[in-house]
């Protein structure tokens, strides 16, 4: 059941772990004084999302989008932080785009996703992977506003199949037990990553599954190369806004990625676009948790 973890994680709202770092604010030297710590409250999980779906959408964190010089995490690693996966480092990453059709290098037509048969119509329109047809500040396609966030990307495994849930989904999937529903509803999709490439971090919602395979899970869970040799051994695929966003020119290129729980993805313009997208639907998942993580609010047990 969704909410079957108890919400005791307090993050700092400012400060995200991928190397960000805050310096003392305020003028002069005196000693800023200490703020009484929040009470818990506790709630039932119909009151919670009432709650926080009232309360509308989410203010993002700080947005250091624009920061182009953060250090390499394979060179420069960081301690670790709940909510964020160890890195996948050097992954060969190739774009691809809602609406695009079969093609050699792409021989499944991207209309539909793994998870979404009418994916194209539930975006919107066509992602145009023309820099010259898309807008530089949001990295939207132009010519009409995303339905879905226009930040995604692909990876090789998906959960469920025909039958329902893969039979090593709930060993292997870190977060299956948290969030799993419906006998045939994805606990991945819609998960964040953060990628890396070249002083840049972006951040991304997975939403279908590929290059190529679709049951690599020793890859995308855990620390396996990726099993496909394709594209040279391409093991994630990014949307036209990632690309742009990272400075990604031409097809393809090598990249570090990680999973991150949505309580410590930063402002940014993944922020912006989706009823997929927690940012912007107070009635997902991520959103009421990250909610109750901001009010400091439990859970009834059961």
């Not at 990625?257 to 991520?286: C, E, H, I, Q, T």
Request: charged residues 25%; aromatic residues 12%.
């Amino acid at each position: 059941m969704l909410f079957s973890i108890v919400l005791l994680v307090l993050l700092a709202p400012c400060v995200f772990a991928a190397g960000i770092t805050g310096g003392a604010g305020g003028k002069g030297r005196g000693v800023t004084p200490s703020r009484a710590p929040q009470q818990t409250r506790v709630m039932s999980e119909e009151r919670l999302r009432e709650m926080a779906i009232k309360a509308g959408p989410l203010r993002p964190t700080i947005d250091q989008s624009k920061r182009s010089n953060f250090p390499d995490p394979k060179k420069h690693p960081a301690p670790p932080r709940p909510g964020a996966m160890p890195w996948h480092f050097d992954i060969t990453a190739t774009y691809f785009y809602i609406g695009e059709l079969a093609t050699r290098r792409n021989p499944v037509p991207n209309t539909a996703s793994s998870w979404d048969s009418a994916w194209d119509d539930n975006y919107g329109g066509y992602d145009d992977p023309d820099p010259a047809r898309r807008d530089p500040v949001t990295f939207a396609p132009r010519g009409f506003t995303p339905r879905l966030n226009p930040f995604y990307v692909a990876l090789p495994y998906n959960d469920i199949d025909h039958g329902g849930p893969k039979p090593e989904a709930s060993r292997v999937i870190p977060w299956y037990r948290r969030d799993k529903d419906g006998k045939y509803e994805s606990v991945c999709r819609g998960v964040w990553v953060q990628i890396y490439y070249k002083g840049r971090y972006c951040f991304a919602q997975w939403e279908d599954c590929g290059p190529f395979l679709t049951d690599d899970w020793e890859y995308v869970f855990k620390n396996k190369r990726p099993r496909n040799m394709q594209n040279n051994a391409a093991g994630i695929d990014i949307s036209p806004a990632v690309r742009d966003y990272l400075g990604i020119r031409g097809g393809s290129a090598v990249v570090h990625w990680r999973f991150v729980d949505f309580s410590l993805v930063p402002g940014g313009p993944w922020a912006r676009f989706g009823k997929d997208n927690p940012f912007v639907n107070p009635a997902l998942k991520d959103a009421i948790r990250k909610y109750g993580i901001k009010y400091h609010i439990r859970l009834n047990s059961k």
